[in-house]
């Protein structure tokens, strides 16, 4: 399914109800490219500084996936590689190669993508202001320091002043690795996830992407 967003902004489609895998070429075919991380957090945080309750709703109260991808190792615990506006992700097609919903990676793909390594970085655990603003991860996706501030801070007045009144939140969510190197996409959680950075999904699952 495809929709145009709130506020009839120009060149600005919503592709949800099918799979990751199905979506991305849709996008392609459109002539659009896919929303990254930051992309997305730049136009959540706008509707909330605009206070349009209508595109609060669809920005805020919705899941969203994303060119952005996280590697997993080979059976590898204490790693991963988070990598930004992934080609592979960006090309990929109901023939792609997967294992569990994620990319099967040749080996020698983890060190030619270019992105930056995590060592035993920290998830599932619902992150405080501070510390989401400090988090490494969030630092990289974000693509900018300053903005991450401004965007964790509004965002956290969100959760606590929506019910449940989270005062945490942003965790971050990753995948296991398998016998071989994997991608997955990173998609952003709605309000109700507490905004949660999820690296745990399947390309063979329902997705939700904007194509501008």
């Not at 945080?45 to 994303?66: G, V």
């Not at 942003?170 to 999820?198: C, E, H, W």
Request: proline content about 7%; aromatic content about 12%.
């Amino acid at each position: 399914m495809v929709k145009v967003l709130p506020g009839n902004e120009a060149g600005y489609r919503f592709f949800s109800i099918d799979k990751y895998k199905a979506l991305m070429p849709q996008i392609k075919d459109a002539g659009l490219k896919p929303m990254n991380l930051a992309d997305v957090m730049k136009k959540q945080l706008e509707a909330i500084n605009k206070n349009d309750r209508k595109e609060i709703y669809f920005w805020l109260y919705k899941f969203f996936s994303t060119a952005d991808g996280v590697i997993y190792p080979a059976e590898q615990f204490d790693l991963i590689k988070v990598v930004l506006d992934v080609a592979m992700l960006k090309n990929i097609n109901e023939r792609t190669r997967l294992s569990s919903g994620a990319v099967i990676l040749p080996p020698q793909e983890y060190d030619r993508l270019d992105g930056k390594e995590f060592w035993n970085p920290r998830f599932s655990e619902k992150l405080t202001r501070q510390e989401a603003k400090n988090d490494p991860i969030w630092q990289y996706v974000s693509r900018d320091k300053p903005f991450l501030d401004e965007y964790v801070d509004a965002i956290f007045k969100e959760m606590e002043r929506t019910p449940p009144h989270n005062s945490k939140g942003m965790d971050i969510y990753l995948s296991s690795p398998q016998k071989v190197p994997t991608l997955r996409p990173l998609s952003i959680g709605s309000i109700n996830r507490r905004f949660a950075l999820d690296g745990c999904d399947s390309l063979e699952t329902d997705a939700q992407l904007i194509g501008f």
